[in-house]
């Protein structure tokens, strides 16, 4: 019945449709084209996919200085943009397109999430992104009107001649979820890469206490991880390369560097973390590898007197330390599948030593649909002493579930954009005649499993409600639509905490160029109220590579790296209405 009903309510709006008047804009018009609408989280909503679909078109065809093409970008077509099939194989753009605008629908435990990227095709263009919620199917025309009026509003400059005109539609009140902080306009406020701010009326108050930073490192880090990891009290920063890991002390505002070693194996880490799972009071150091095309993680230790030691390898899991809501901290684990080119099997277990000293599982972790190893974490978001759990998803949208895998919430925004996948490299010389490498079919054909940017989870301000720490790496124009490549212009560290509806950024470092590879954020203990109130002390430790996607980058020895470290405070900024 209620697809009869949207079918007529669709029908009579096409016919009755009388669109906004847009201020006219002089020039030559803006050619846009619209690609079919992902509905692989629509749920119960995918069945909407088309009629919202021809909906935006008719708005957007009916916007002075836009020219709408017939060329829409089919599900086939997308996949062969996506897989880099030029014109040869009948794959491309047409010429001149100024334009892509690409959609996507989330069914939510409380409505339909429309979600709208602009991807500016000229460079140097910025990509805008737009979303809505629907609260139930009768309300989905007047909301994607609102989210048109936007898109015309901030993309294309156009005046809607509604009451939101002066604001630039960005609204805040009219229509629930809407994009709350936009980051570019605090950037633009005076929030550069040597800050640390608090955003708009944010209930949490930050102070920078001092910040402290390295010399430049000639090195190119995939990832690093921070931690007391001998525990004789003193923290240890391990930094990952393509074949070592390094170990940091800093001494007075220097990192010093005290330790390195070589991978084992020559393997291929995607992960890095560390934990001290068997409660020996010194942290284990977990590296989730791959050698050519096989599994090969590694278990290793530390400490200053006898340096590294490899406590377990060749292990044919991929491994991360998880804290799970009811079995505490695990070591937990994913499969290979049995294809070739199928790197991850469906399925993420805790994993325990069977007496020959192999891990086995010990039990499966419930997890929405989808979801991989790397790509969750768990936190208290509201304080009910009921944990969400937290996803980042191979579209660097962060995601929240509630207890039942009922969405509650999706990003606009990206978060978690990482450049770490698994499996062997991509542009490796190919073989198909050797074991350890792919062919070529198969190396065009490979799914890119990345592995998204740390996801931190800490109570800032000591109020009993979780808050979330990720990167926001800024995606470079068209080509992060592309999902085999990942390239950024810049970067900041955020934080975020739940409003009740939604998750909205609360602070955020200044824009780092480049690309920030990891991040790492501590909280100190039991800290009592500072100079200016505050009831948190954390330390966050970025890495960053300064010139990453620049030609310097390119030539041999040029690649650096660059740690900061930031000694923030957090307090409320309205204590007595807690």
């Known amino acids: 019945m209620r697809y009869i009903t949207f079918s007529l309510i669709f029908l009579s709006c096409l016919m009755c449709f009388n669109s906004t008047v847009y201020g006219l804009e002089s020039g030559t018009p803006q ?68 334009y892509l605008v690409a959609g996507s629908l989330f069914a939510l435990k409380k409505g339909l999430n429309i979600q709208v990227v602009v991807y500016p095709l000229s460079p140097g263009g910025k990509i805008e992104h737009f979303s809505a919620v629907a609260e139930d199917d009768g309300s989905v025309i007047s909301t994607l009107d609102t989210l048109s009026q936007d898109i015309g509003a901030s993309v294309f400059g156009l005046q809607t001649g509604g009451a939101d005109a002066e604001t630039g539609g960005k609204r805040g009140a009219g229509t629930k979820g809407f994009v709350t902080v936009n980051p570019e306009a605090a950037y633009k406020r005076g929030l550069y890469s040597g800050s640390v701010v608090d955003i708009g009326d944010s209930a949490i108050q930050i102070s920078t206490k001092g910040v402290r930073r390295t010399t430049d490192l000639s090195l190119e880090m995939i990832g690093m991880v921070v931690g007391d990891v001998d525990g004789d009290g003193t923290t240890e920063i391990i930094l990952l390369t393509e074949r070592e890991l390094r170990v940091f002390q800093f001494t007075g505002r220097k990192a010093r560097e005290i330790a390195k070693i070589k991978l084992p194996g020559l393997i291929k880490v995607h992960a890095i973390n560390m934990a001290d799972l068997d409660n020996d009071g010194r942290k284990e150091i977990y590296l989730s590898a791959t050698k050519d095309l096989n599994v090969s993680s590694v278990i290793m230790e530390w400490d200053k007197t006898s340096g590294f030691s490899v406590r377990k390898q060749y292990i044919r899991w991929y491994i991360r330390p998880v804290f799970h809501p009811v079995r505490g901290m695990i070591l937990a684990g994913q499969e290979r599948g049995m294809g070739r080119t199928d790197f991850i099997k469906r399925g993420v277990f805790q994993l325990e030593l069977n007496p020959k000293g192999d891990f086995v599982k010990a039990g499966e972790i419930a997890l929405p649909k989808g979801v991989n190893l790397f790509d969750f974490t768990y936190a208290d978001i509201d304080g009910d002493k009921v944990y969400e759990t937290i996803v980042v998803d191979q579209n660097e949208k962060l995601k929240i579930y509630d207890q039942a895998d009922g969405l509650l919430w999706v990003s606009s925004e990206k978060y978690g954009g990482s450049k770490r996948y698994i499996g062997p490299s991509q542009g490796e010389a190919l073989d198909r005649n050797q074991n350890s490498s792919l062919s070529a079919n198969e190396g065009s054909d490979r799914e890119i499993i990345f592995v998204p940017g740390r996801i931190a989870v800490v109570d800032l301000d000591k109020n009993g409600r979780q808050d979330i720490v990720a990167v926001n790496n800024v995606e470079v124009s068209f080509s992060s639509y592309f999902n085999r490549i990942r390239l950024y212009d810049g970067g900041s560290v955020v934080g975020l905490t739940w409003n009740g509806s939604q998750m909205v950024e609360t602070w955020r470092t200044g824009r780092q160029s480049g690309f920030l590879a990891d991040f790492d954020f501590t909280l100190k203990k039991d800290t009592a109220a500072g100079s200016n109130g505050e009831t948190g002390i954390a330390t966050l430790y970025l890495g960053q590579i300064p010139n990453s996607g620049s030609l310097e980058s390119l030539l041999p020895g040029m690649t650096r790296s660059k740690l900061s470290v930031y000694e923030l405070g957090f307090s409320l900024k309205n204590p007595e209405v807690e």
């Open 31 to 98: 050619k846009v084209i619209l690609s079919t609408f992902d509905v692989s989280s629509g749920g119960r909503y995918a069945y909407l996919r088309d009629g919202i679909s021809s909906m935006l078109a008719s708005r957007l065809s009916a916007m002075d200085g836009v020219e709408l093409l017939d060329q829409k970008i089919s599900d086939e077509k997308l996949a062969g943009l996506k897989k880099g099939e030029g014109g040869d194989k009948g794959v491309s753009l047409e010429p001149g397109v100024d």
